[in-house]
């Protein structure tokens, strides 16, 4: 778990600001997602990527924008905060067909 | 793409007695089978997994199985203790992509 860390932890901003989620892996893991987690509704991907410039849309990514340009980073921007997204981010990584590991989380609240 | 449903949402067992959590998948792909356990304000982190060549993977009071033709899989806790409350979410893996596809997740109470 060590290896795959995400910053900011907390986060508070406003409607309309653009926000941007760090992610960074260890492992080299070839697999990167992002998923938020809000109450009711468990662990939506949001985007994923297979590796170094290979990125593909998940099941919510609307409003949100990624980037891989190094293997160990998966960087999540959100371009224009709304109050909707205000959620816990997870990030995790993986090899193909191999176990998902999830960093710590962040919790962002959009004011 | 795969479907994967998890029951029950919520699961109240007293300490020492046995719980069971059942997940079913739609993909015949699927081949991957993940459990995760969250607690409180924590990262999902990884219990136990199958794989769809074997039917049944046990580590110490946790044990997995798989119905492979029957498309589903269970979780099975022995000797509950207070702090397996959690919740606990499954997972399905498919080559196609390597998208993980998670259950809604069953927040589990044992009892002192």
């Known amino acids: 778990d060590a290896g795959i860390t995400q910053s900011p932890r907390y986060k508070i901003t406003e409607t309309g600001r653009q926000v941007t989620l760090m992610c960074h892996q260890t492992?080299?893991?070839?697999?990167m997602f992002w998923y938020r987690q809000d109450l009711g509704h468990g662990l939506r991907l949001i985007y994923y990527?297979?590796?170094?410039?290979?990125?593909d849309k998940g099941e919510v990514p609307d409003g949100y924008v990624v980037s891989r340009s190094k293997t160990e980073n998966f960087p999540l921007t959100l371009e224009s905060a709304t109050r909707s997204q205000t959620s816990v981010y997870f990030c995790?990584?993986?090899?193909?067909?191999?176990?998902?590991?999830f960093g710590p989380g962040t919790r962002l609240l959009v004011l | 793409g795969e479907n994967v449903e998890q029951h029950p949402s919520t699961l109240s067992v007293q300490e020492g007695d046995s719980a069971v959590i059942k997940c079913t998948y739609s993909?015949?792909?699927?081949?991957?089978f993940p459990w995760y356990k969250q607690e409180l304000g924590k990262r999902p982190q990884l219990i136990i997994d199958?794989?769809?060549?074997?039917g049944e993977k046990k580590d110490q009071r946790i044990a997995v199985t798989l119905n492979k033709t029957a498309k589903h899989f269970s979780l099975h806790i022995t000797e509950t203790q207070p702090e397996d409350s959690a919740v606990y979410f499954c997972?399905?893996?498919?080559?196609?992509?390597?998208?993980?596809?998670f259950g809604t997740g069953t927040s589990l109470t044992v009892i002192p």
């Open positions: 995790a990584s993986s090899e193909s067909q191999g176990p998902q590991y």
């Open positions: 492992w080299s893991h070839s697999y």
């Open positions: 990527s297979a590796a170094a410039d290979i990125t």
């Open positions: 993909d015949s792909a699927s081949n991957y």
């Open positions: 199958i794989r769809s060549n074997v």
């Open positions: 997972a399905a893996n498919t080559n196609t992509g390597n998208q993980f596809y």
